[in-house]
């Protein structure tokens, strides 16, 4: 029980991570990630949560 709390604390903190870290970029270095080629915003959103179209 105590490694599946670790693990979600672990997790939780990652989700968190990379919101801070998506919201701390400007415009251009959001559309240079969105043109990286073969890009899926659905893929993105699922693993990392962030609609990359949200706060345009």
């Known amino acids: 029980m105590l490694l599946l709390c670790r693990y979600l604390l672990l997790v939780s903190q990652w989700y968190i991570s990379i919101k801070e870290w998506w919201k701390s ?8 990630i969105k043109n990286i080629p073969n890009f899926d915003e659905d893929k993105f959103k699922l693993i990392t ?3 990359v179209n949200e706060d345009e």
């Open 25 to 32: 970029l400007d415009l251009h270095e959001r559309n240079i």
């Open 49 to 51: 949560g962030i609609d």
